[in-house]
């Protein structure tokens, strides 16, 4: 590791990895000498200084694959672990990453304008875990546009923006050995959703969605949403629905802790749209809900943080109940008690832009602008038990 008054000496357990690590001495970042800079969408390591000392040690930052601000990091990740980036892909928005265990396969799209045929999308990629073969599928009947994803009991749950004034968004169930689709929902009692974004399933099976103004203000839908982005509770057996949390920002994450207890709903309103634009001060808050007594009744909302660049996307609780969150320049890992970064998962920098993942036992997969990253060989477990 390059030597800095910057950075805490890694750990002999650690210093043997293949990874490149940087340990962040936040003592040292404290007080900065000199003149320094950077917006809230670019990552510390970007941070304008005409000290030279600190530029190297930024720069050097911009190199690793891992960064720590708190010993508890190095632990999640441990020695083993090394990120690869196993697929190179235009620098077009990738999101709905499924991880599908029985079959060793990542499902994930490109989403959204200017990709594809004029954005619309009628197929998914479906990339083989064993040997990195990449290819096209389509579901029967094609599922477009799929925002979010996730894998529930050998089965995979998807979100759709909607197409144009085709359809609306919508929940779908997917076979991932048949490839047949089915619709669950595709309204509220007769009103369109605005667009979804992402999902979560709970221990029981029941569903949460954020619905955004993200594919509108992307032009895939026609349409001007409803309403303000919200949080949907579906309910499996009945699919009764009812809005659980609504924003004047934009609904965009969502993600349970391993109890299930607690829900963790990331506000994106720093991302405006028609005209595109990205506000410094917009909504760019992860809020965190109690869920008693298994009511579909999000209590004691709290500020669990703001990001430390960027803002977050897609956010996944692993199985010892890290929060990941898909944060620009990397992953951060974030503590779901006090909210602090503990550190980032970095996919190198530069256009590429970390979005959402999705987890395996102990490995991930990163899709975002740039392609796939597979980090593999932590030490925490990331999958959980539903």
Known sequence: MFESVYFNPLPTWLSPTSAKW??????????????????????????????????KAL??????????????????????????????LAFQTHEAPCYIPETRQLLFVEWGKPGGEDGI??????????????????????????????HFQGKLYGVTDGYGDVETGKLVEIDPISWKARTLVNNFLGQPFGGFNDLEVDPE????????????????????PPNDPSIYFVNKTTMQ????????????????????????????????FRPSNKNPHGRRMLWAFDLADER??????????????????????????????????????IDPESGFVLGSIRTGGGDNVAVSMAFGEHEMWIVGKGGVWHVKDTKAKLKRDW
């Open 22 to 55: 940087a340990w962040v001495s936040l003592t040292a970042f404290a007080s900065l000498p000199g003149h320094f800079n950077r917006t809230i969408f670019d990552a510390p390591w970007a941070t304008e200084t005409d000290n030279s000392t600190l530029s």
């Open 59 to 88: 720069n050097y930052i911009n190199t690793t694959d891992f960064v720590a601000y708190d010993e508890r990091f190095l632990h999640i990740i441990g020695s083993g672990a090394k990120i690869e980036h196993i697929q190179k």
């Open 121 to 150: 999308h009628d197929w998914q990629y479906l990339l083989d875990i064993e040997n990195n073969t990449l290819r096209k599928i389509t579901t029967d009947p094609p599922v477009y546009n799929l925002h979010g994803c996730v």
């Open 205 to 224: 099976g029941n569903f949460w969605m954020t619905d955004s103004k993200s594919g509108w203000g992307r032009g895939i839908v026609d349409f001007t």
């Open 241 to 272: 629905a009812k809005v659980v949390w609504t924003t004047t920002g934009n609904a965009n994450g969502i993600a349970l802790g391993p109890s299930g207890k607690t829900i963790y709903i990331p506000d994106t309103g720093v991302s405006e």
């Open 296 to 333: 579909p009744v999000p209590a004691n909302q709290r500020l669990l943080m703001s990001p430390i660049s960027y803002f977050y996307d897609g956010i996944r609780a692993s199985g010892e109940g890290w929060l990941f969150a898909g944060s620009g320049d990397g992953v951060d890992v």
